[in-house]
């Protein structure tokens, strides 16, 4: 009987080991495996997923799909038993979607900017350090799309070293979203989005239905093939039967 | 040798006898406020005889309470009941305990009162008529217990003496010789006072639940705080850490002159890890990071969101970030989401429309003829309270796919968010 139970244990720890996207059992160096997307494209793209200890950004126009791409990221890690946290000084994420997409709220740390004050952003950085160095985080995102350009470049200029000289001694990986390329480490990924075209349900009248979005995705500087997916239909929506036209 | 203490008189504090019985030994056991018991084994070496120590802790105990009595014996029981049986000092010399118990009443060996009665029906009315009963068949008269009360009542007890532990404190109280100004030379002060504290606390296996901290101001004020983590610590750092985050937010209004911190404990935590569950984050990093958040969770801009059970588009409040143990789940399958970009509040926005349907979003910088739709999709609720309706397009501009809606009670559109 015991060697039985020795068995079923060492099956279990077995089948653990070769789960990529397996959490990290106590003790393991987190640090090795990557994070996967679930986007099997994007991580084979990656070689397995956004680098720990590193900072990585995903950037495009809006509709490109980056917040998608990230989410599913963040649903992964929630639903794996990880924390994650989402620094927002634009108050820009949706719980409501956020949840239809699978992501259990109970393990993120959501930080919501306040709207206007000139100290909105720089609040929202000192925040991501703050997460960052608590080491208690998978993930940690900075939402900065939607500000400008302007707003980010007063920053000061050692912003960024700053945050990648943090998150190297720690597993987890802290991925700027944003508008333009801002910043990424000497590991890091830096994911170039631009938004394919969307697929609706059916030809234009009540009843029709945004399906996907397709996405194009680049990475580094000189890869000039995209590799395209899509986002599924818009996440969150209940189910919603059509109605007739208005009169 | 043991020695009963007993006040027949009001004490001035409850624990008045106990206090008084530990400055001759630390081995002292209450039987609550008196009588207290002695252990006075080895104290010869300090009094030349027992009358002689008997002596002083009746003199001690003079000075302390009205009307004592004390008792020194050779057996528990003995110093016990005859120190509440007799006034005075009474020494008893090895083999006297019988003869000293038998005129005691009965009443002393704190009988429950049903078989109080039965002894009393039986025309026993001290210690000594007790005794005097034969050994035999006295179990099947009174239950198993008697011949204990038998031995009892002759003075006999084997039983050891255990000592009643001192109740715990965990204060610690620092004066200073030069007032101290700024958060940061008092960092190094709380470290002297918490870093003794925590180890007793580790000592007594305990964790603190949460530091009330006290500190004396120059101006004669006293400036108090009270922290509760959300998970108890015996980590002088974490406490140091928060200690000095609450006071950056609540700063003392003057220099510090003296320092008090107690800590409320409570028994550590015992967590039997998983193997094959994914590490939990540590209780005290969590707390830390919550309050260098403070700003962030004080104005409810921080935390876990939590959803409301209804239909209104965008209804959640911010709860409390305290993930609990990993239940385990499924990764999502299928392809990632869109995901939405809210707006709060919601953009107004101008729409034009043909039949009905928008052709033009003009919404502060999101400005654009629409090129493909969807929609209408129309909800509503909430009749019985703030009652909401609303008409959604998913609409695609040439600068990205935003969703608007139409609110059917104010005939207004808004720019709810971008679809990304």
Same mark, same amino acid.
């Given at each position: &009987?015991?060697?039985?139970?020795? $068995?079923?244990?060492?099956d279990?720890l077995?089948?653990?080991?070769l789960?990529?996207?397996?959490?990290?059992?106590? @003790?393991q160096?987190?640090?090795?495996?990557p994070?996967?997307?679930?986007?099997a494209?994007?991580?084979?793209?990656?070689?397995?997923?956004?680098?720990?200890?590193?900072?990585s950004?995903? $950037?495009? *126009?809006p509709?490109?799909?980056?917040?998608g791409?990230?989410?599913?990221?963040?649903?992964?890690?929630?639903?794996?038993g990880?924390l994650a946290?989402?620094?927002?000084?634009r108050?820009?994420?949706d *719980? @409501?979607?956020a949840?239809?997409?699978?992501?259990?709220?109970?393990?993120?740390?959501?930080?919501?900017?306040?709207a206007?004050?000139?100290r909105?952003?720089?609040?929202?950085v000192?925040?991501?350090?703050?997460?960052?160095?608590s080491g208690?985080?998978?993930l940690?995102?900075?939402?900065?799309?939607?500000?400008p350009?302007?707003?980010?470049?007063?920053?000061?200029?050692?912003?960024?070293?700053?945050?990648?000289? &943090?998150?190297e001694?720690?597993?987890?990986?802290?991925?700027?979203? @944003?508008?333009a $390329?801002?910043?990424h480490?000497?590991?890091?990924?830096?994911?170039? &989005?631009?938004?394919?075209?969307?697929?609706?349900?059916g030809?234009?009248?009540?009843?029709?239905?945004?399906?996907?979005?397709?996405s194009?995705?680049?990475?580094?500087? $000189?890869?000039l093939?995209?590799?395209?997916?899509?986002?599924?239909?818009?996440?969150?929506?209940p189910?919603?039967?059509?109605?007739?036209?208005?009169? | 040798?043991?020695?009963?203490?007993?006040?027949?008189? =009001?004490l001035?504090?409850?624990?008045?006898?106990?206090d008084?019985a530990? %400055?001759?030994?630390?081995?002292v056991?209450?039987?609550?406020?008196?009588p207290v018991?002695?252990?006075?084994q080895?104290?010869?070496?300090?009094?030349p005889?027992?009358r002689?120590l008997? %002596?002083?802790?009746?003199?001690a105990?003079?000075?302390?309470?009205?009307?004592?009595?004390?008792?020194?014996?050779?057996s528990?029981?003995?110093?016990?009941?005859?120190?509440q049986?007799?006034?005075?000092?009474?020494?008893? /010399?090895?083999?006297?305990?019988a003869?000293?118990?038998?005129?005691?009443?009965?009443?002393?060996?704190?009988l429950?009162?049903?078989?109080e009665e039965?002894l009393?029906?039986?025309?026993?009315?001290t210690?000594?008529?007790?005794?005097?009963? #034969?050994?035999t068949?006295?179990?099947?008269?009174?239950?198993?217990?008697?011949?204990?009360l038998?031995r009892?009542?002759?003075?006999?007890d084997?039983?050891?003496?255990?000592?009643? =532990?001192?109740?715990?404190s965990?204060?610690c109280?620092?004066?200073?010789?030069?007032p101290?100004d700024?958060?940061e030379?008092?960092?190094?002060i709380?470290?002297?006072?918490?870093?003794?504290?925590?180890?007793?606390?580790?000592e007594?296996?305990?964790r603190?639940?949460?530091?009330?901290? %006290?500190?004396?101001?120059?101006?004669?004020?006293?400036?108090?705080?009270?922290?509760?983590?959300?998970?108890p610590?015996?980590d =002088?750092?974490?406490?140091?850490?928060l200690?000095l985050l609450?006071?950056? !937010?609540h700063?003392p209004?003057? /220099?510090?002159?003296?320092?008090?911190?107690? /800590?409320?404990?409570?028994?550590?935590? !015992?967590?039997?890890?998983?193997?094959?569950? #994914?590490?939990q984050p540590?209780?005290?990093?969590? /707390?830390?990071?919550m309050?260098?958040?403070? %700003?962030?969770?004080?104005?409810?801009?921080?935390?876990?969101?939590?959803?409301?059970d209804?239909?209104?588009?965008?209804?959640?409040?911010?709860?409390?970030?305290?993930?609990?143990?990993?239940?385990g789940?499924?990764? #999502?399958?299928g392809?990632?989401? !869109?995901?939405?970009?809210?707006?709060?509040p =919601?953009?107004p926005?101008?729409v034009s429309l043909?039949?009905?349907?928008?052709?033009?979003?003009?919404?502060?910088?999101?400005?654009g003829?629409?090129?493909?739709?969807?929609?209408?999709?129309?909800?509503?609720?909430?009749?019985?309270?703030?009652?909401?309706?609303r008409?959604?397009?998913?609409?695609?501009?040439?600068?990205?796919?935003?969703?608007?809606?139409?609110?059917?009670?104010?005939?207004?559109?808004?720019?709810?968010?971008?679809?990304?």
């Open positions: &009987m015991p060697s039985a139970l020795k $068995h079923t244990l060492e279990l077995r089948v653990r080991r789960q990529a996207d397996a959490p990290p059992l106590r @003790g160096d987190r640090r090795l495996s994070l996967s997307t679930g986007v494209v994007v991580d084979d793209l990656l070689g397995g997923g956004l680098p720990r200890g590193q900072l950004e995903v $950037h495009g *126009p509709s490109a799909g980056r917040t791409l990230v989410l599913a990221l963040t649903t992964r890690i929630t639903r794996a990880a946290g989402w620094v927002d000084p108050d820009r994420f *719980p @409501g979607t949840a239809g997409a699978g992501l259990d709220l109970a393990r993120l740390l959501w930080l919501r900017g306040r206007g004050p000139p909105a952003l720089p609040e929202a000192a925040a991501t350090g703050t997460l960052v160095g208690l985080f998978d940690v995102v900075l939402d900065l799309a939607g500000i350009a302007v707003e980010i470049q007063r920053l000061p200029g050692a912003t960024w070293i700053r945050l990648q000289r &943090m998150i001694s720690t597993p987890a990986a802290l991925v700027l979203v @944003g508008d $390329h801002v910043a480490g000497p590991g890091g990924a830096c994911l170039a &989005m631009a938004p394919g075209s969307p697929r609706w349900s030809p234009p009248g009540p009843g029709r239905l945004l399906r996907g979005l397709a194009e995705l680049r990475t580094g500087r $000189h890869a093939r995209p590799v395209v997916f899509e986002l599924g239909g818009a996440s969150g929506a189910p919603r039967p059509p109605l007739a036209p208005r009169e | 040798m043991y020695g009963g203490l007993h006040s027949a008189g =009001p001035p504090t409850p624990g008045a006898l106990v008084l530990r %400055e001759f030994t630390p081995r056991e209450a039987f609550g406020s008196t018991l002695l252990d006075l080895g104290l010869g070496r300090a009094w005889s027992p002689a008997g %002596e002083a802790l009746l003199e105990a003079r000075l302390r309470c009205h009307e004592p009595h004390v008792a020194l014996a050779g528990r029981v003995a110093a016990l009941l005859v120190s049986g007799r006034e005075g000092l009474t020494v008893l /010399a090895p083999g006297e305990e003869a000293a118990l038998a005129p005691l009443p009965l009443s002393l060996l704190a429950d009162p049903e078989r039965t009393r029906g039986w025309g026993l009315r210690l000594g008529d007790l005794a005097a009963l #034969p050994a068949g006295l179990a099947e008269r009174l239950g198993p217990d008697a011949p204990r038998r009892l009542a002759r003075g006999e084997d039983a050891p003496l255990v000592a009643t =532990p001192r109740p715990e965990f204060a109280t620092l004066e200073l010789e030069w101290v700024g958060l030379p008092l960092s190094f709380l470290a002297r006072v918490l870093e003794p504290l925590c180890a007793r606390l580790v007594r296996g305990r603190a639940v949460s530091l009330a901290l %006290e500190l004396g101001l120059v101006d004669g004020s006293v400036h108090r705080r009270a922290l509760h983590p959300a998970a610590s015996s =002088p750092r974490t406490w140091r850490t200690l609450d006071l950056e !937010i700063p209004r003057d /220099a510090i002159q003296a320092l008090t911190l107690r /800590a409320e404990p409570t028994p550590a935590r !015992i967590v039997q890890f998983s193997l094959l569950d #994914p590490a540590s209780p005290e990093r969590l /707390a830390e990071t309050a260098r958040l403070h %700003e962030w969770t004080a104005s409810g801009r921080g935390g876990a969101p939590v959803l409301l209804t239909h209104r588009p965008g209804a959640f409040v911010m709860g409390s970030f305290a993930p609990g143990p990993f239940a789940s499924r990764a #999502p399958q392809p990632p989401r !869109i995901a939405l970009r809210v707006f709060r =919601p953009r926005a101008q043909r039949e009905g349907v928008p052709v033009f979003v003009s919404a502060g910088a999101v400005r003829a629409v090129l493909d739709l969807a929609g209408p999709w129309r909800a509503s609720g909430d009749w019985w309270d703030v009652a909401w309706s008409e959604e397009w998913d609409v695609a501009l040439a600068g990205g796919i935003y969703r608007i809606f139409r609110d059917r009670l104010r005939e207004a559109w808004f720019l709810e968010g971008e679809l990304d």
